[in-house]
């Protein structure tokens, strides 16, 4: 049982590329989110998906699309990357399917994105 | 912007003692969750409270909820060097359920 997967762990970027980080969960849960973390700071939600083909933003949406491709799979583009963009991203899974409210979430190991 | 705030953001304590973290927040919730994060990892549930509870216990972890302050604490007893991390409160707010909010962290070492 691998929870939730990652990829890549590791990225460096030049200012302007695209790219997209992958994550699937095999909890089979509904509910999937995309958090960055910049250095010493929490976790601010980028977007997430309540269920199979909802998407909805969070606090901090510019600058990055996403796509829930099905249950199981949340991806994170970032169209034309930027050094702010630079942080850690965490995907993260839970069993709710309804935006009423947020049961355990279960994290990814995180993937390291750097942009010059 | 957070809706939950960590106190203290620093804690150092020797092994056996106890930590108490604390953490606040704005709006009404529908639940707070706790949360830690090894060095270099992803974060680990540890502990959900609904607000309409007022103490869960969970090993050596004890936590309270206090709606009326809109503060809660994460106590950890007989505290161990393994629990050297960061912990996280993340509160599932009313206006804006389903999305949790994290604070900023407080993070704690444990000295053997």
């Known amino acids: 049982n691998a929870g939730v997967t990652q990829t890549p762990k590791f990225q460096v970027l030049k200012t302007g590329q695209s790219m997209t980080l992958q994550c699937a969960q095999d909890m089979n849960h509904n509910s999937m989110y995309w958090y960055r973390q910049d250095p010493g700071m929490g976790l601010r939600l980028i977007y997430y998906?309540?269920?199979?083909?909802?998407?909805d933003k969070g606090e901090v949406p510019n600058g990055y699309n996403v796509s829930r491709l099905n249950k199981r799979e949340f991806s994170l583009r970032l169209e034309s990357a930027a050094p702010s963009q630079t942080s850690v991203y965490f995907c993260a899974s839970s069993v709710p399917g309804l935006a009423s409210y947020t049961g355990e979430l279960f994290f990814g190991e995180g993937s390291r994105l750097t942009v010059l | 912007s957070q809706q939950g705030e960590e106190d203290p953001q620093a804690l150092s304590i020797q092994e056996g003692e106890n930590a108490t973290m604390n953490c606040s927040y704005k709006?009404?919730?529908?639940?707070l969750q706790w949360y830690r994060q090894n060095s270099g990892r992803g974060l680990v549930h540890l502990i959900l409270?609904?607000?309409?509870?007022r103490e869960k216990h969970s090993g050596r972890l004890r936590v309270t909820l206090d709606t009326s302050k809109k503060s809660s604490s994460l106590l950890i007893t007989a505290s161990r060097a393994a629990d050297t991390a960061s912990y996280f409160c993340a509160t599932d707010a009313r206006t804006n359920a389903g999305k949790s909010t994290f604070g900023d962290g407080t993070t704690l070492t444990v000295k053997p």
């Open positions: 409270i609904r607000s309409n509870e």
């Open positions: 998906s309540a269920s199979e083909g909802t998407t």
């Open positions: 709006t009404s919730i529908n639940n």
